[in-house]
């Protein structure tokens, strides 16, 4: 069975501090790794995925996540927050390469404050 | 990148009514599709996999009877509600997969009286 855990349900920072979102995932085969960003009221936005392949992961909007294996994490960091960065978060396990049978994290709400 | 697009976006229907929600690929086609629900200020659950030409598969603990789910094209499934109650009140999020990675619909937000 696969599960995802994200450390904060509420994570507050200044624009242009760093921002850093939390994600430690259990599975019982290797696992594909992914985080996702919802707007309000809207559908999910892929922002990297970890497939095997290399450990730091670079995706959209400035923001990179780094695959830790010892420590079972996938955080989720962009050194500079803007504005537009406020959403929720979501980090997500898949036992299938593309995503199929997703398991979510809980999501991490993101704040910007100016 | 591929579109996913869900009709209606928003629903406000009486207890006991059955309700439809329409999931489409726009620009591709896609044999499965997947149904997941949100609650409010929670993540999404998986509740059912949607397979063109045959019976969708539900997740533990989803009535199949009431989440009906029909994948009509390899463009089209939909998920109806059937004699809904107060507790359904959810955001139905649909998604399905394209080139390698999974494309999300906006999501429809369903609000049972």
């Known amino acids: 069975a696969q599960s995802v855990t994200q450390l904060g349900s509420h994570v507050s920072v200044s624009e242009g501090a760093l921002v850093l979102l939390r994600c430690n995932y259990s599975?019982?085969?290797?696992?594909?790794l992914f985080w996702y960003v919802q707007y309000p009221n809207q559908g999910l936005q892929l922002l990297l995925k970890y497939t095997s392949a290399a450990t730091l992961v670079k995706g959209i909007n400035g923001f990179e996540a780094e695959f830790k294996k010892s420590e079972t994490s996938f955080h989720l960091t962009k050194p500079s927050a803007h504005m537009s960065d406020a959403a929720e978060y979501f980090c997500?396990?898949?036992?299938?390469?593309?995503?199929?049978?997703?398991?979510f994290g809980p999501g991490t709400r993101l704040s910007v404050l100016p | 990148g591929a579109v996913v697009s869900q009709h209606p976006s928003r629903v406000i229907c009486k207890s006991g009514t059955s309700v439809k929600i329409e999931c489409r690929s726009l620009?591709?086609?896609?044999?499965?599709m997947f149904w997941y629900r949100q609650f409010p200020k929670q993540s999404l659950m998986l509740m059912a996999t949607?397979?063109?030409?045959?019976?969708?598969?539900?997740e533990q603990g989803v009535e199949k009877d009431k989440f009906l789910i029909n994948h009509a094209s390899l463009t089209l499934s939909t998920l109806t509600v059937t004699s809904a109650h107060p507790e359904d009140s959810s955001f139905y999020i649909c998604?399905?997969?394209?080139?390698?990675?999974?494309?999300f619909g906006p999501g429809t937000r369903l609000t049972v009286l």
């Open positions: 620009d591709f086609q896609a044999t499965t």
């Open positions: 949607s397979n063109e030409g045959s019976k969708a598969t539900y």
């Open positions: 998604s399905a997969p394209s080139n390698n990675e999974q494309f």
């Open positions: 599975s019982s085969v290797p696992p594909y």
């Open positions: 997500a396990v898949s036992e299938a390469r593309y995503g199929q049978n997703f398991v």
